[in-house]
């Protein structure tokens, strides 16, 4: 389940993806999307520390991609803002995958072999999970998103490409 940050977050960067040459001012995002103006600074700024975006200061400055949409992940995404979860620790039943990668002690070992079997689960969909976010990038969902655009548009249109 997306965050409301990372749900922001994306939002932005769709936007930025979809008029790539283009300075875009967090003012303009915000409005546009109709989002908090100061989450979505900080979001940004995650994202330019991460080096998914260039910003640029001034009346025409603002915020663009640093590389073309295919070129960045959801993995790179989520990680820029400090959402990426640790595959490879042992889960606890019963815990969000969330609560163990913000867990600093090590987990309990299983108490019975159906708990070894359920942590094996879980650890086995994080991997699968952390793999779609590393195969999937913002010009798919750009992708997606042109498409249900096209869907909407009253005459019920198919994006073809």
């Given at each position: ?79 820029g803002l400090g959402e990426a979860l640790l595959v490879g ?73």
């Amino acid at each position: 389940m997306l965050s409301r940050q990372a749900s922001h977050a994306l939002k932005a960067l769709l936007e930025l993806a979809a008029r790539p040459l283009e300075w875009q001012s967090t003012h303009s995002l915000a409005r546009t999307h109709e989002l908090p103006e100061p989450m979505l600074e900080q979001l940004l700024l995650r994202l330019r520390r991460a080096g998914l975006l260039d910003a640029r200061r001034g009346r025409v400055g603002g915020y663009r991609l640093t590389r073309p949409a295919r070129d960045i992940s959801m993995e790179q995404i989520f990680a820029g803002l400090g959402e990426a979860l640790l595959v490879g620790e042992a889960l606890r039943v019963g815990e969000a995958p969330q609560e163990s990668a913000n867990r600093s002690a090590p987990p309990e070992p299983a108490s019975s072999p159906a708990d070894q079997v359920t942590n094996a689960l879980q650890l086995r969909l994080e991997r699968v999970r952390q793999k779609a976010l590393a195969e999937l990038s913002l010009e798919d969902l750009l992708f997606d998103l042109r498409s249900a655009v096209a869907g909407s548009d009253g005459e019920g249109g198919v994006m073809l490409g």
